[in-house]
């Protein structure tokens, strides 16, 4: 497809692999630039209202499939190391029944987490960590402004990172 | 934690963000920028496991929450409890479609495949598919509705030759006497997404009956409200009143036209004894109830020693 995907990417080249390269591809920078300008010719896109911030959105999320994996293979390497041996247990298996407990129980504290926080700030992370919903609207919805849902994502943010840090170090 | 990264995690997951040019100088600004940011990002994604999908509904209006303490009701749970639900299944023509009624005065809960939850109040009869997990048909009565939101799919709702569509929701719909109300508390739903295509945010509610269509303002707090045991009202008709008591106490209770035709916004709290919820129903809705043979009857003003003083003034 020859078409304004294409020539927006093209006539943004130098920019995107700039932002490639600051998100930490170095060297690769090229290497996902070519990836993505595949990507974008084998599929058939629609006509795109935003082109630019569409292109960056997808370099952002090759980006962090990148890191993703490699964070990935160092684990099951570490594993390895570590003597895990054997077959490795297929990781799309059915939970186990006291996998299942543990999710369970973490889903009770996450909820505890989120009702600690007061209606309003759950309220408003999960219109948008959940429902996908943009802030500004929000925003609207709940008649406050921009400032205040910003703040609100934060406090919400931080006290489930903060949960998730516990939960990993137990 | 990275409070700057933080921000950029949050702002880069806005669907509107746009402002990239400043995220690429940022990143720039130290090459550990780009791994805090990887890193928080992994740590955001890892959330879905243990987020709760649960819906929250913001507070009542004060003067509901003033309410909420004195008036604790023993549990929603205990109206479910207290009975045990029949239900039956009936096969209809689609050997797929299963059909499932409550007697009034008996709720029950339906979990379907996708998650989706769905809350039958007393009186009720609702149609599923084991098929599919999107389809639901509310035949008669009313029901709560906590879906799994799916763009691609949506899950629809049958009323009559109606349809609701939603998007991201929980929404309560009563239909019964030929009238449709549908409440929503939180998302979206579209009525006749085919037709009509009215959206209904939180805090909106549809009505279609005798006096035709209309979109109004409900507290989301208020939506479904019946599964806590209340049933919050804003400048309700009496006549839907007595018609969702009926069905959430399972008790036949009639309104005098006079009645029926009068408003009511407040909170009223559930009772499982009828007696004891008239008593104090009624006079909170300036009305009086009164027990004829196996069902009650709600009247125009205040209680009074006799029947005989009805229709008189307050001084009579």
Redesign the interface.
């Known amino acids: 497809m020859a078409t304004g995907l294409s020539a927006i990417f093209m006539a943004n080249r130098a920019a995107l692999l700039r932002f490639v390269r600051a998100r930490g591809a170095g060297e690769d920078a090229e290497d996902v630039l070519q990836d993505m300008w595949l990507k974008l010719e084998a599929k058939d896109l629609g006509p795109i209202s935003d082109p630019l911030p569409y292109l960056y959105r997808m370099a952002n999320n090759l980006m962090l499939d990148r890191y993703r994996s490699s964070s990935r293979r160092e684990r099951r390497e570490q594993d390895w190391a570590e003597g895990a041996g054997g077959v490795m247990a297929d990781p799309s298996d059915d939970v186990a029944v006291d996998e299942r407990m543990i999710l369970n129980e973490r889903l009770e504290q996450a909820r505890a987490v989120l009702r600690d926080l007061g209606p309003r700030v759950e309220l408003v992370f999960r219109r948008f960590r959940i429902e996908g919903v943009g802030q500004r609207v929000i925003a609207e919805e709940l008649g406050v402004s921009l400032t205040t849902v910003e703040k609100d994502l934060q406090k919400a943010y931080r006290a489930m990172l903060a949960l998730k840090q516990k939960i990993d170090t137990e | 934690?990275n409070?700057e990264a933080?921000?950029w995690?949050?702002r880069?997951?806005?669907?509107?963000?746009?402002d990239?040019?400043a995220?690429?100088l940022w990143?720039?600004a130290d090459?550990g920028h780009?791994?805090a940011y990887?890193g928080?990002?992994?740590?955001?994604s890892?959330?879905d496991?243990?987020?709760?999908?649960?819906p929250?509904?913001?507070?009542v209006a004060a003067n509901d929450a003033g309410v909420r303490g004195p008036w604790r009701w023993v549990g929603g749970g205990a109206v479910a409890a207290a009975l045990v639900a029949t239900v039956s299944i009936a096969v209809l023509n689609r050997s797929d479609i299963y059909s499932v009624t409550t007697r009034p005065g008996e709720t029950r809960t339906i979990a379907l495949d996708d998650g989706t939850k769905v809350e039958l109040n007393g009186g009720t009869t609702m149609r599923f598919d084991r098929k599919d997990a999107r389809f639901a048909a509310l035949d008669a009565g009313e029901a709560a509705f906590t879906v799994q939101?799916d763009a691609a799919n949506p899950f629809r709702v049958t009323v009559g030759d109606d349809m609701f569509e939603d998007a991201?929701t929980v929404f309560n719909i009563v239909h019964a006497g030929g009238a449709t109300r549908i409440g929503v508390s939180e998302?979206k739903v579209i009525y006749n997404p085919q037709a009509e295509a009215i959206a209904l945010?939180?805090g909106r509610a549809l009505a279609d009956d005798a006096q035709g269509l209309r979109v109004m303002d409900i507290a989301p707090g208020a939506v479904a409200s019946w599964r806590q045991g209340r049933l919050v009202y804003a400048n309700a008709a009496v006549a839907d009143i007595s018609q969702d008591i009926g069905r959430s106490l399972g008790v036949t209770l009639t309104a005098t036209p006079g009645a029926q035709a009068m408003r009511f916004t407040g909170t009223i709290r559930l009772d499982r004894d009828p007696a004891r919820f008239f008593a104090q129903a009624a006079p909170l809705m300036g009305l009086t109830a009164v027990r004829q043979g196996d069902g009650w009857v709600l009247k125009e003003g205040p209680h009074k020693e006799g029947p005989h003083k009805e229709g008189h003034g307050p001084q009579s």
């Open positions: 934690m409070e933080l921000g995690v949050i880069t997951r806005d669907p509107a963000f746009n990239w040019e995220f690429t990143l720039e090459p780009a791994a990887d928080l990002m992994m740590a955001d890892d959330m496991s243990y987020i709760p999908v649960d929250v509904v913001m507070p939101h991201g998302g945010p939180a």
